[in-house]
């Protein structure tokens, strides 16, 4: 993802945390639109035993499509955002 992508109001930027010792990678939008601050969760990936946990995502497309683009089967894509009683109903992992 094009984390240099400007947003078309206000003064935002992006900001990608990656902590590889933790497997946490986080997409986070800071600055101030006008008076209003903004900082904010675009999206926050983990890897747990060995699948992608997808723990947030307000991306306008989803990470999960551009995961399944660049190769990664669905059974290796977890919607943790969903709730485990949920995740059974998607086309994705459930843990």
Known sequence: MNTQI???HGEIERLAICDA????YL???I???G?????SVV??????DGKIWIEEDRTENGV???LMELGIPKDQIVL???SPFKRQYTEFAVA
């Open 35 to 39: 008076n209003r601050r903004v900082h």
């Open 21 to 24: 010792a933790n497997n946490s």
């Open 43 to 48: 999206f926050h990936l983990r890897i747990r």
């Open 31 to 33: 600055g101030w639109d």
């Open 80 to 82: 943790g955002f969903h």
């Open 64 to 66: 999960a499509g551009e």
């Open 27 to 29: 997409l986070l939008a």
């Open 6 to 8: 400007g947003y078309s």
